[in-house]
Nanobody, 127 residues
Framework: QVQIVQSGGGLVQTGASLTLTCAAS????????VAWFRQGRENDREFVAG????????EYANSVKGRFTISKDNAEKTVSLQLSGLKPEDTAVYYC????????????????????WGQGTQVTVSS
């Protein structure tokens, strides 16, 4: 069983930056595509950003494009989501999601396609 461990998050002011990190306990992320989702108080879990298994492709929700950056470290042990220019509407619980994919598989934006999930981390942006 792959256990996904998240770190980062917290309470910041508008315009601030944060970094969220995701790792698979006891495994590398070499064979996995990774995505970040978020869930606000009254919203469904929505796709934020994703990175392909090969790390050669990334995708972002329109609401975060140009402000958030997803990346995988060279050792393929962690995936980070850098959040900048934070806005109050970015306030949510952020989840790292991992799925084992074929080598050339595209990035999936649907939560149900992901096999393993982190515990979630709260990001709160005050105005």
């Amino acid at each position: 069983q792959v256990q996904i461990v998240q770190s980062g998050g917290g309470l910041v002011q508008t315009g601030a930056s944060l970094t969220l990190t995701c790792a698979a306990s006891g495994y590398t992320l070499r064979d996995y595509a990774v995505a970040w989702f978020r869930q606000g108080r009254e919203n469904d879990r929505e796709f934020v950003a994703g990175i392909s298994r090969r790390s050669d492709a990334t995708e972002y929700a329109n609401s975060v494009k140009g402000r958030f950056t997803i990346s995988k470290d060279n050792a393929e042990k962690t995936v980070s989501l850098q959040l900048s220019g934070l806005k109050p509407e970015d306030t949510a619980v952020y989840y790292c999601a991992v799925r084992r994919t074929a080598f050339f598989a595209p990035i999936a934006r649907t939560a149900a396609t992901y096999h393993y999930w982190g515990q979630g981390t709260q990001v709160t942006v005050s105005s």
